[in-house]
């Protein structure tokens, strides 16, 4: 008997056997499973608190990602599309629209220009930007290393961009009646704000152009129809680089006007718009 006790004494001390190689190997994928179901519960978590302060619940969660994706986030390069700037050129394109369908029907008095004045003062990258951070959507952009590094996060054309994107994920998944109930929610206040005098689009347009070592702007005559007493004038402006950008007006100075309002609009030129 004395002889045996060595040897219980040992086990003893040795304590519980360690898991063999096969139960590490068949516990791995269960802690994966369990890593990843928690990240996708994250996921979800942060996505209902986007789509909270936004007012709309994506059908489609992917779209929601991407347009809160920079192209820094993204581990090639290659794949820019999958990045928020397909959804950033598509919401551009909405928030016009359904801007100026607001106008259309809040300001029956007034002209053309006027309209396009005030539709440059409410589509700009600072006016988007705005409607970014008055919803908390800055903490929520996905910056890889380089964009984080470069301080993309600051940078008011992306935010604007973000909020562009958002419109473009809204309209894809939820149809037009969804993208103007998110515009008319966050613009209707800007769009019956008192405004400041605003400055001459095609002066700003020119400073503008300077300021990139571009050349001055040329306008051009593209059409005139209507009678002579009552003529309609469309007027193309030019700049390197850059597509065309046209307007209609009554004369050509204010056709001029209205071609420089569309690119500055669409360029997201600051100081072509009332700020205030």
């Excluded at 939820?174 to 400041?196: D, L, Q, S």
Aim: proline share 5%; charged share 30%; aromatic share 4%.
């Amino acid at each position: 008997m004395n002889d045996d006790s060595p040897d219980i004494q040992t086990a003893e001390l040795a304590g519980p056997a360690s898991p063999t190689p096969d139960g590490d190997a068949k516990a791995a994928p269960a802690r994966k499973k369990r890593t990843k179901s928690s990240a996708k519960r994250a996921s979800k978590a942060a996505n209902a608190a986007i789509e909270a302060r936004i007012g709309h619940s994506f059908a489609d969660s992917s779209l929601l990602a991407t347009a809160f994706t920079h192209v820094s986030a993204l581990k090639s390069a290659r794949k820019r599309g999958d990045s928020y700037q397909r959804l950033e050129f598509l919401g551009d394109h909405v928030l016009g629209l359904i801007v100026s369908d607001m106008l259309y029907r809040a300001f029956p008095g007034a002209d053309e220009g006027e309209l396009s004045k005030r539709l440059a003062d409410l589509v700009r990258k600072e006016s988007c930007a705005d409607v970014a951070k008055s919803l908390g959507l800055l903490d929520d952009i996905k910056l890889g290393a380089v964009g984080a590094g470069a301080g993309v996060r600051l940078r008011k054309s992306v935010l604007g961009d973000v909020c562009e994107a958002v419109i473009g994920a809204i309209f894809l998944d939820g149809g037009y009646t969804a993208a103007a109930g998110f515009v008319e929610r966050n613009w209707t206040e800007r769009m019956h704000k008192p405004r400041r005098p605003l400055r001459d689009p095609k002066t700003v347009l020119q400073e503008w152009a300077q300021g990139k070592g571009l050349p001055t702007p040329v306008y051009r005559e593209v059409e005139r129809t209507g009678p002579h007493h009552d003529p309609q004038f469309r007027v193309a402006v030019d700049l390197p680089g850059l597509e065309p950008a046209e307007g209609v007006g009554g004369s050509k100075r204010a056709a001029e006007k209205v071609a420089a309002s569309v690119m500055i609009a669409r360029e997201g030129v600051g100081g072509g718009s009332n700020d205030g």
